[in-house]
């Protein structure tokens, strides 16, 4: 089973920007399609974006897309999240998880093998 460790958080100021990472180690990374999901204090976790084995394929939710970009880098077993134009509700622990199937799967939650711990992002304003 693959272990995630997400890294890169921190505290911005709203129309700032933050570059999170989450190195994987113990899997065939490059089978994996990875996801990233947020939680807020008191919210429920939500999809943030996805990305395809190859990278080619990216899925965002509304709230991020155009602002947010997922990237990938198979050699060193690695996934990045550049989020730009940061906005105070984007304050959240940050997760990174590894899952089977396609990458506009992100809905079943039966498809996710492993998650990380989570890095905290606290945008102020």
């Known amino acids: 089973q693959v272990q995630l460790v997400e890294s890169g958080g921190g505290l911005v100021q709203a129309g700032g920007s933050l570059r999170l990472s989450c190195a994987t180690s113990g899997g065939s990374f490059s089978r994996y399609v990875m996801d990233w999901f947020r939680q807020a204090p008191g919210k429920e976790r939500e999809f943030v974006a996805a990305?395809?084995?190859?990278?080619?394929?990216?899925y965002y939710a509304d709230s991020v897309k155009g602002r947010f970009a997922v990237s990938r880098d198979n050699a060193k077993s690695t996934v990045y999240l550049q989020m730009d134009s940061l906005k105070p509700e984007d304050t959240a622990v940050y997760y990174c998880?590894?899952?089977?199937?396609?990458?506009?799967?992100?809905?079943?939650?039966?498809?996710?093998?492993?998650w990380g711990q989570g890095t905290q992002v606290t945008v102020s304003s």
């Open positions: 990305i395809s084995t190859s990278g080619v394929i990216t």
């Open positions: 998880a590894a899952r089977r199937g396609l990458a506009r799967d992100y809905s079943k939650t039966n498809l996710y093998d492993s």
